[in-house]
């Protein structure tokens, strides 16, 4: 089943915060976050694991709350490179099978001078 | 580090014609996955590779979509006859291993028009 992102869309000025969510019907057992800009490939932000490991880079911080099944990515002092899609990926096997992502519709980031 | 490489970037086919576009993902990747994005929406997974055994196709729409990965590196995803619906970047991504705790690497995808 496919996570539900909100909001849809964000428009911001550089410097200011954001957060974005993503939620899911189904129990999961990890969430990707990736950022895609107009014509490119989806790069990897974070990974947020059941347990609580998390694994990712830049200056993007997240959460991943296993009761409710959401997860909350935060943008903070945004800078301009930060526009582009937000999606959510959901992965709900434990382990015994195939692990391919369910991506959300995505959220789309403005970052105004 | 090369990245994931696909081609053709771009394809215009008339319906009922067939088209293939082939992926090389990154040297040592064992996972491999054909991932179907529509205009405004995410990534659909179409099928997943483990070296070259498929390990899921269960959205693959098998009477007209079908992939391979000879060897375990290449792969190629192939569709016979498209339809109108078929329009979409195609993405091809690979992963050190399983997606469940490693990061996966997307190429630029081709984009399929079908008229």
């Known amino acids: 089943q496919q996570p539900v992102q909100s909001p849809q869309a964000v428009i911001l000025r550089e410097g200011e915060d954001a957060v974005i969510n993503c939620s899911s019907s189904?129990?999961?057992?990890?969430v990707h976050w990736y950022r895609q800009k107009h014509g490119e490939a989806p790069v990897f932000l974070m990974i947020l694991l059941k347990g609580g490991e998390q694994k990712g880079h830049e200056k993007i911080s997240a959460s991943f709350n296993e009761k409710k099944q959401q997860s909350s990515l935060y943008l903070t002092a945004s800078q301009l490179s930060y526009s582009g899609t937000y999606f959510c990926?959901?992965?709900?096997?434990?382990?015994?099978?195939?692990?391919?992502?369910?991506f959300g519709k995505g959220t789309h980031l403005i970052i105004q001078p | 580090e090369a990245g994931v490489a696909q081609s053709p970037r771009y394809k215009i086919i008339e319906k009922r014609q067939s088209v293939a576009f082939w992926c090389n993902p990154i040297?040592?990747?064992?996972?491999l996955y054909w991932y179907q994005q529509i205009l405004g929406q995410g990534p659909k997974l179409l099928i997943q590779f483990q070296n070259n055994g498929v390990v899921d196709d269960s959205q693959l729409p098998k009477d007209r979509f079908s992939a391979e990965r000879l060897k375990g590196v290449d792969s190629t995803l192939k569709i016979q006859p498209a339809k109108l619906e078929d329009s979409a970047v195609y993405l091809c991504a690979s992963s050190l291993g399983r997606v469940l705790n490693t990061e996966a690497f997307f190429g630029q995808g081709t984009r399929l028009t079908v008229v």
């Open positions: 189904k129990a999961l057992y990890s």
């Open positions: 040297s040592g990747h064992a996972t």
């Open positions: 990926g959901t992965e709900f096997s434990t382990g015994g099978g195939a692990d391919g992502l369910t």
